[in-house]
Nanobody
Framework: QVQLVESGGGLVQAGGSLRLSCAAS????????MGWFRQAPGKEREFVAV????????YYLDSVKGRFTISRDNAKNTVYLQMNSLKPEDTAVYYC????????????????????WGQGTQVTVSS
């Protein structure tokens, strides 16, 4: 069992930056791929980024490439999402999620493949 807790959200002006953190407790974090997803009001949940268990592979949503960076520190059981050049359309609740297949080679953009989710953190970007 893995518990995930996001932090770092807030209100920022367009062009600003935020760094989200997702702290994991329980066994297995260092062997799991970790993803970030977001959901804006009235919209479907959307994939944002995913990182493999050892950080050697990363995928991003096209609209965040070059602005967002996902990273992880397995010694601290934490995954991060650095968000720069934020836009109003980035406004959403951001969730981290764990794909609990140890040392899995696939990186999924489908939230249904993830086993554990955090409670979410609100990111609001004003224009």
């Amino acid at each position: 069992q893995v518990q995930l807790v996001e932090s770092g959200g807030g209100l920022v002006q367009a062009g600003g930056s935020l760094r989200l953190s997702c702290a994991a407790s329980g066994r297995g974090f260092s062997t799991y791929a970790m993803g970030w997803f977001r959901q804006a009001p009235g919209k479907e949940r959307e994939f944002v980024a995913v990182i493999s268990w050892n950080g050697d592979r990363i995928y991003y949503l096209d609209s965040v490439k070059g602005r967002f960076t996902i990273s992880r520190d397995n010694a601290k059981n934490t995954v991060y999402l650095q968000m720069n050049s934020l836009k109003p359309e980035d406004t959403a609740v951001y969730y981290c999620a764990a794909d609990a297949l140890p040392y899995g080679r696939g990186l999924s953009r489908d939230g249904r493949q993830y086993d554990y989710w955090g409670q979410g953190t609100q990111v609001t970007v004003s224009s």
